[in-house]
């Protein structure tokens, strides 16, 4: 192995390989980055291949762990597992996702594990969470901000609200993306969608995504001949999904549902006439740069963290439906416009999000880590 060959456990993502949200995005990147670079890397893993409860894919090393599938136990249960598992292993380090790990940092600490721990966004803020869930994620952010040996925050932003709220540093991260020029668009003739002929929403369907707020403001711009498509779903019955299935039946809405096909995703944000971006609580999306890179003509919603990303006023959009629909009107009869905005979020990808930075910075930190790691005795 070269640059030392570390022993490194990433513990927290459904799994690998899964690009289904943020942090499994990172670790389908960072995870074979650090195999190629020398490391020995193990990720612990929800579900179990062909039955097998450890397994190598793309020379990365699974774990399966055992937990309640469920949205209030899943991270707390499986988090547990995944934790006794690698605590009993000789691993140099860890990189830690979801802060409601945090409550296992100490036993990791106790058996010799230094961590990072990545904070992704403000989980105690979400609104999909109960009342109950989001005093987990508050005393978990305590917990990780007491034991964690680093914090990796994926946005400046997101570092503030850490260094505000517990008087702690962390390592500025944030995802990644690559610079696509795709031509292709043979996916999209299948859903009888055209190139430059629709809007495009890729978000699951949750209160703090605004999706309902992008629907509203697409009435009476979009027509059959242009309609809004919808990628994402709902972690539970919901209101907004019943909406959708309502709104396809006069053709200007088309609701796609999740979709992990990562090639149709691509080809959707490289040909549509505009992508909206409605997230509003957490830091730097995946998806946001994701539609960056590929070059769609990007419109996000006015927070503190997309302003942080896109940086232009050209790319953001106010909370008002009705201020929305005007931009869209706008900006659907400007066709250069809309390769502005093509061009600039390229650029920012570009220059500020590329994967091989994010990766390199992530060994950076573990191998930090690695360092001041002692032997349990």
């Not at 809007?199 to 629907?215: C, D, S």
């Not at 066709?335 to 950076?364: F, I, K, M, P």
């Amino acid at each position: 192995m070269t640059r030392g060959g570390l022993r490194l456990a990433i513990l927290g993502s459904r799994g690998f390989p899964s690009t289904y949200g943020g942090y499994e995005t990172l670790v389908r990147h960072l995870a074979p980055w650090l195999v190629h670079a020398g490391h020995d890397v193990t990720v612990y893993c929800r579900t179990r291949d062909q039955g097998r409860a450890e397994w190598i894919t793309e020379n990365v090393r699974c774990v399966a762990s055992r937990g309640v599938d469920s949205n209030n136990l899943s991270t707390l249960s499986f988090g547990l597992t995944s934790a006794t598992s690698a605590a009993r292993r000789d691993f140099d380090a860890a990189l830690v996702l979801n802060i409601a790990n945090g409550f296992y940092l100490p036993w990791l600490r106790l058996h010799g594990i230094p961590c990072a721990v990545n904070t992704d966004g403000i989980e105690w803020e979400r609104e999909k969470w109960s009342a109950m869930a989001r005093a987990v994620f508050r005393l978990g952010a305590q917990m990780t901000a007491r034991f964690a040996n680093t914090l990796v925050a994926d946005s400046r932003v997101i570092g503030d609200v850490w260094k505000a709220r517990y008087h702690v540093d962390s390592v500025f991260i944030p995802y990644g993306a690559h610079v696509r020029n795709e031509n292709r668009h043979t996916r999209l003739a299948p859903l009888h969608l055209k190139r430059d002929r629709y809007l495009l929403v890729v978000a699951r369907l949750i209160p703090e995504n605004n999706v309902e707020l992008i629907v509203e403001a697409a009435r009476g711009v979009c027509t059959p001949d242009r309609p809004l498509v919808v990628v994402g779903s709902a972690n539970s019955e919901s209101a907004l999904e019943r909406h959708l299935l309502e709104r396809q039946h006069d053709g200007t809405v088309v609701w796609l549902g999740h979709v992990s096909d990562q090639e149709l995703l691509a080809q959707l944000w490289a040909h549509c006439a505009i992508y909206l971006h409605g997230h509003s609580v957490g830091g730097t999306n995946p998806a946001l740069l994701q539609a960056l890179g590929a070059g769609a003509p990007t419109l996000a919603l006015d927070t503190r963290f997309n302003r942080e990303v896109v940086q232009l006023e050209s790319h953001l959009f106010p909370h008002s439906a009705q201020a929305l629909r005007a931009r869209l009107r706008q900006l659907l009869d400007d066709a250069d416009a809309r390769q502005e905005l093509r061009a600039n979020g390229q650029e920012v990808v570009r220059t500020r999000y590329r994967w091989d930075d994010v990766c390199a910075r992530y060994e950076s930190v573990l191998t930090a880590l690695s360092a001041t790691r002692r032997r349990p005795t």
